[in-house]
RNA sequence: GGUCUGUUGGUGAAGCGGUUAACACAUCACCCUCUCAAGGUGACAUUCACGGGUUCAAACCCCGUACAGACUACCA
């Protein structure tokens, strides 16, 4: 019988050459410290990283880091079907831009570092091969020449009766199949697949824990799956990630939700070979609400936002986007930045208790706070030179000024920056220019004004050219504010706004009317950083053009 | 049909048998103020999907129901 059996084990894989043991000893134990941890990221070629993923890869890569441990990059390209051209490379890009850098793993299209690859499923045949080999030998997997219409078939009968879907138990036709059949069949060139003689018993339970969610409750697996498919003898996502995991060392295994169902299938395969079992975590979805109201998962195709690279168009600084993902990460991650407030959160330690269990909502405008208060974090220069470099790709014409007034232009981001408590408006490098283009000519050209209070051009011309020709005064910011509530006094406006609400009547308006006409004058704005430091950078010369340009749009 | 997961305010959530049900975002009001952005103060869930049960006591434990989601492929 076990001759018979090593035949059809030769006859199924021809290709092995190598034990399973001389697989254990190319790749041997990680010599780690205690509590390293080694997490994977494992996406299909498909050019792109959507948010969904990106959480994973950055969670993975996070407690990787945490530890001490190796974050690796495996592309699973078992399905030829999502394999796109570069599509490692597109990936590798997606990470890179959120700072995300494997340690081990896929480094471009064709090459990889690390002592535990290929890093390429396609290219680990062999290995698949050896181990579903062993599996045959063992009794415990068989070829399976069922076609895809008898399959259908079965199914139908099961929908039919009412009775549990998939291939076990009696359903399995091919699982008692005599070795001698198997071996003429095979010999026939009859097409297989092999499948798993699942050793499980539905009716027993199992209780598997989830790092994050705890112990669940399963019936065992008795569904004889697919190892190894037909066509390209490809190893299926379970029997992979059985290998893989293994043999990588991976200790921790982080992955979404839609996983735990298949969970018992790969408890089993473990099991079967004696494997030290991986940690497991289940991740919520990202999730969305849509426009009917309803929650679903975050879709690439429909939602502009679940795209990565739509974060990286739109400026939202990537620091931003990490802070962010870890307050989804973990929930408790907020209270600790409120207390560490700070870009580098490498001291935060990720906890898998503080996952949270089920889908979480994209929360766009949290995004947006986040990132607000990250602008307001830093540096003139530091803005100065990220925007520089986001402009180059993204806004030609602004890049040009940027250059071209590089010293004005820090001023300008400095206006109530490096204080005590500075401006927080800028919520992405696309949203600076429309909070400071008045500070540049070229930019000024054609404004759309809003329309201050006061509106007569007369009362206009009056105000704006007494206050250039005996009150304007850029030295000091005080006095620059006590002359402006003169110059209101002896015009007829309150120059104290308490007063004024006393008695209305008694003024034609009061000191913010008149600094409203000032700032639409010089900005076209209503609303605009403390108009002092605006007048103090235009200059003398500037304040003259613009009031004289303002008082020529008027009718 | 089967298996599994989830359900706390507009949103993200804390909570693990005794809490005024944290905190953050959003919203609103007031204060500050030359306008904004900020900042400050306060409001915002009589109630934790629903119905039962256990208990002196339940958002937390148990049982049902509903709803949402995942899986049920030679896709991952």
Request: hydrophobic share 35%; glycine share 4%.
């Given at each position: 019988?076990?001759?018979?059996?090593?035949?059809?084990?030769?006859?199924?894989?021809?290709?092995?050459?190598?034990?399973?043991?001389?697989?254990?000893?190319?790749?041997?134990?990680?010599?780690?410290?205690?509590?390293?941890i080694?997490s994977r990221?494992?996406?299909?070629?498909?050019?792109?990283?959507?948010?969904?993923?990106?959480?994973s890869?950055?969670?993975?890569?996070?407690?990787?880091?945490?530890?001490?441990?190796?974050?690796?990059?495996?592309?699973?390209?078992?399905?030829?079907?999502?394999?796109?051209?570069?599509?490692?490379?597109?990936?590798?890009?997606?990470?890179?831009?959120?700072?995300?850098?494997?340690?081990?793993?896929?480094?471009?299209?064709?090459?990889?570092?690390?002592?535990?690859?290929?890093?390429?499923?396609?290219?680990?045949?062999?290995?698949?091969?050896?181990?579903?080999?062993?599996?045959?030998?063992?009794?415990?997997?068989?070829?399976?020449?069922?076609?895809?219409?008898?399959?259908?078939?079965?199914?139908?009968?099961?929908?039919?009766?009412?009775?549990?879907?998939?291939?076990?138990?009696?359903?399995?036709?091919?699982?008692?199949?005599?070795?001698?059949?198997?071996?003429?069949?095979?010999?026939?060139?009859?097409?297989?697949?092999?499948?798993?003689?699942?050793?499980?018993?539905?009716?027993?339970?199992?209780i598997l824990h989830d790092l994050v969610r705890g112990d669940i409750?399963f019936?065992?697996?008795?569904?004889?799956?697919?190892?190894?498919?037909?066509?390209?003898?490809?190893?299926?996502?379970?029997?992979?990630h059985l290998?893989?995991d293994?043999?990588?060392?991976v200790t921790h295994v982080m992955r979404g939700e839609?996983w735990i169902a298949s969970f018992p299938i790969h408890d089993?395969l473990f099991?079967?070979?004696?494997?030290?079992k991986p940690n497991y975590a289940h991740l919520?979805?990202?999730?969305?609400?849509?426009?009917?109201?309803?929650?679903?998962?975050?879709?690439?195709?429909?939602?502009?936002?679940?795209?990565?690279?739509?974060?990286?168009?739109?400026?939202?600084?990537?620091?931003?986007?990490?802070?962010?993902?870890?307050?989804?990460?973990?929930?408790?991650?907020?209270?600790?930045?409120?207390?560490?407030?700070?870009?580098?959160?490498?001291?935060?330690?990720?906890?898998f208790?503080?996952v949270?269990?089920?889908?979480?909502?994209?929360?766009?405008?949290?995004?947006?706070?986040?990132?607000?208060?990250?602008?307001?974090?830093?540096?003139?220069?530091?803005?100065?030179?990220?925007?520089?470099?986001?402009?180059?790709?993204?806004?030609?014409?602004?890049?040009?000024?940027?250059?071209?007034?590089?010293?004005?232009?820090?001023?300008?981001?400095?206006?109530?920056?490096?204080?005590?408590?500075?401006?927080?408006?800028?919520?992405?490098?696309?949203?600076?220019?429309?909070?400071?283009?008045?500070?540049?000519?070229?930019?000024?050209?054609?404004?759309?004004?809003?329309?201050?209070?006061?509106?007569?051009?007369?009362?206009?011309?009056?105000?704006?050219?007494?206050?250039?020709?005996?009150?304007?005064?850029?030295?000091?910011?005080?006095?620059?504010?006590?002359?402006?509530?003169?110059?209101?006094?002896?015009?007829?406006?309150?120059?104290?706004?308490?007063?004024?609400?006393?008695?209305?009547?008694?003024?034609?308006?009061?000191?913010?009317?008149?600094?409203?006409?000032?700032?639409?004058?010089?900005?076209?704005?209503?609303?605009?950083?403390?108009?002092?430091?605006?007048?103090?950078?235009?200059?003398?010369?500037?304040?003259?053009?613009?009031?004289?340009?303002?008082?020529?749009?008027?009718?």
């Amino acid at each position: 019988m076990d001759d018979k059996l090593k035949i059809l084990a030769d006859l199924m894989f021809p290709d092995v050459t190598k034990t399973i043991l001389d697989y254990e000893k190319m790749y041997p134990e990680r010599d780690l410290k205690e509590g390293a941890i080694v997490s994977r990221f494992a996406p299909s070629p498909t050019g792109f990283v959507h948010m969904g993923s990106l959480l994973s890869a950055f969670e993975d890569n996070k407690v990787a880091k945490d530890t001490n441990g190796v974050f690796i990059l495996r592309i699973e390209d078992t399905d030829q079907k999502r394999s796109v051209e570069n599509g490692i490379v597109g990936i590798l890009n997606d990470l890179k831009n959120f700072d995300i850098i494997p340690d081990e793993g896929m480094i471009d299209e064709n090459n990889s570092v690390g002592n535990y690859g290929p890093y390429i499923q396609s290219e680990r045949k062999e290995i698949y091969h050896t181990f579903a080999k062993s599996l045959v030998l063992r009794g415990l997997a068989y070829p399976c020449f069922c076609t895809s219409s008898e399959l259908d078939e079965t199914r139908e009968i099961q929908e039919l009766n009412k009775e549990r879907i998939g291939y076990y138990g009696s359903f399995a036709k091919c699982r008692n199949i005599p070795v001698d059949e198997a071996i003429n069949r095979i010999k026939n060139g009859e097409e297989f697949v092999v499948r798993l003689k699942s050793p499980g018993d539905f009716n027993k339970k199992i209780i598997l824990h989830d790092l994050v969610r705890g112990d669940i409750e399963f019936p065992e697996n008795d569904l004889d799956i697919v190892l190894i498919k037909s066509t390209d003898k490809l190893p299926t996502y379970h029997f992979a990630h059985l290998v893989d995991d293994h043999l990588m060392r991976v200790t921790h295994v982080m992955r979404g939700e839609e996983w735990i169902a298949s969970f018992p299938i790969h408890d089993q395969l473990f099991s079967i070979f004696n494997f030290k079992k991986p940690n497991y975590a289940h991740l919520g979805l990202v999730m969305k609400i849509d426009e009917s109201g309803t929650r679903r998962k975050l879709s690439k195709r429909k939602d502009p936002e679940a795209s990565v690279e739509y974060y990286h168009q739109e400026g939202i600084p990537k620091e931003a986007v990490k802070l962010y993902l870890m307050t989804v990460a973990n929930s408790n991650f907020e209270e600790w930045l409120d207390n560490n407030p700070s870009d580098d959160f490498s001291d935060f330690k990720f906890d898998f208790k503080k996952v949270s269990a089920s889908g979480s909502l994209f929360d766009v405008l949290k995004l947006l706070n986040i990132s607000k208060n990250y602008f307001g974090r830093q540096k003139a220069s530091t803005i100065y030179d990220n925007l520089l470099v986001w402009t180059s790709e993204f806004d030609k014409e602004f890049h040009d000024l940027l250059v071209k007034y590089k010293d004005y232009s820090i001023k300008v981001f400095n206006i109530e920056r490096e204080v005590e408590k500075p401006r927080k408006d800028y919520t992405s490098y696309k949203s600076i220019r429309n909070f400071v283009f008045y500070m540049y000519d070229e930019l000024f050209k054609n404004p759309t004004y809003d329309t201050p209070k006061i509106t007569d051009k007369k009362e206009i011309e009056t105000i704006l050219n007494t206050y250039y020709d005996e009150y304007l005064e850029l030295n000091d910011k005080d006095l620059w504010f006590s002359k402006i509530k003169e110059m209101c006094d002896k015009l007829g406006y309150a120059s104290n706004i308490k007063d004024y609400k006393k008695n209305p009547t008694n003024y034609k308006g009061n000191v913010s009317d008149v600094t409203g006409l000032i700032r639409v004058s010089l900005t076209s704005k209503m609303n605009t950083p403390d108009l002092f430091y605006i007048m103090e950078l235009l200059g003398k010369d500037k304040i003259k053009e613009r009031f004289t340009k303002y008082i020529n749009t008027i009718k």
